[in-house]
């Protein structure tokens, strides 16, 4: 009788039996390990109990050959809403480990992240797999008769683009990727940030003689690390009496430049459209010039601001026009109260 117990390190055979004539006979028993190594299964190390047969000759090696090691990264690890970062997939096979082939995984992204357009794959692992990487989806799959690693010490890396629409942090570890074939799963959290631009808006100088000329400007402020962004739209549409000046002056100081801008002298609307920001750009302004012909006190606050990408509204602005001989108003901020409009004064 053979008692192997699978997952224990104890195979024992008792009252085994020889017919007449029989020159020999065998036992066999699958074992495995986790672990890379040497491993020497001998008569003085290893067998005990024995009766009946002679044990001197035992002796037998076992060599385990370590795996190749999956791990993933995302570079850069804080992006814009909207853009692209790189998720390297890195297979590592260690010194000595053969030539690998039929590597398989799956990752499958957390909420709210997606493969981005375009998706930027590159397998510079080899083989004929088949890969799935959609844009807009979740998952990243090679499949089918996966890739390849050569002898040890190698590596090779998978890559592909990945984006979110909502700022967040994202997590991407190990419990994400399945389907795991040929290899370990040495995936740690990795963490993408996504941040988006904030807007705020003043005038200067904030009061101003019936007809004068008020400086209008709207600062971009980056997010958290001050990635690239792009795709900052809004419009602002002024209290009423306040206009475009007849030289409306846009500047820019956004790499978008005034292009994006539309300001025409006599209306009451300002439309930004896909302004962007470069890697590392802490902060960038627009300026437009504005005046009235009509005294009064004009709130220009968040409210009266459209959203329609790539920004948050933190607060506005107040402009003051008085005619002549009138008392100087303050200078000041207003704060995001979800109120608008204009009042008068006489």
Do not use: W
């Amino acid at each position: 009788m053979v008692t192997a117990t699978a997952g224990t390190g104890v195979i024992t055979v008792t009252g085994a039996t020889m017919n007449a004539a029989q020159a020999s006979c065998t036992v066999t028993v699958d074992v495995t390990s986790n672990t890379a190594g040497i491993y020497n299964n001998t008569n003085a190390g290893n067998i005990s109990g024995a009766a009946n047969v002679t044990t001197t000759g035992v002796s037998s090696t076992l060599t385990v050959q370590a795996l190749p090691t999956l791990t993933k990264a995302f570079s850069p690890t804080t992006v814009g809403v909207g853009q692209n970062s790189v998720l390297t997939f890195t297979i590592t096979n260690p010194v000595g480990a053969p030539a690998r082939t039929a590597l398989t995984f799956t990752d499958a992204l957390p909420a709210g992240a997606v493969i981005g357009t375009p998706n930027g794959l590159v397998n510079g692992c080899g083989g004929a797999p088949t890969i799935t990487a959609t844009a807009g989806t979740g998952t990243i799959t090679i499949g089918g008769t996966g890739v390849n690693a050569a002898i040890g010490a190698s590596a090779c890396t998978i890559t592909v683009n990945v984006t979110s629409a909502t700022v967040g942090a994202y997590v991407n570890g190990a419990a994400q990727v399945t389907a795991i074939a040929g290899m370990l799963n040495g995936v740690t959290n990795q963490t993408l940030t996504v941040t988006q631009a904030s807007l705020t808006k003043a005038f200067s100088p904030a009061t101003i003689n019936q007809g004068g000329t008020s400086t209008l400007t709207f600062t971009i402020t980056n997010g958290a690390g001050n990635p690239a962004q792009s795709g900052i739209t809004f419009t602002d549409t002024l209290p009423a009496n306040v206009v475009i000046a007849a030289t409306p002056a846009v500047t820019s100081s956004c790499p978008s430049g005034t292009g994006v801008v539309t300001a025409t002298a006599g209306t009451g609307v300002i439309t930004v459209a896909g302004a962007t920001m470069n890697a590392a750009q802490a902060s960038c302004t627009v300026t437009v010039d504005v005046t009235s012909n009509t005294a009064g006190i004009y709130n220009n606050t968040n409210a009266r601001e459209h959203q329609r990408g790539g920004q948050r509204h933190d607060d506005g602005g107040e402009l003051d026009a008085h005619g002549a001989g009138a008392a100087d108003a303050h200078e000041g901020v207003q704060p995001d109260d979800g109120g608008g409009g204009a009042g008068t004064r006489s």
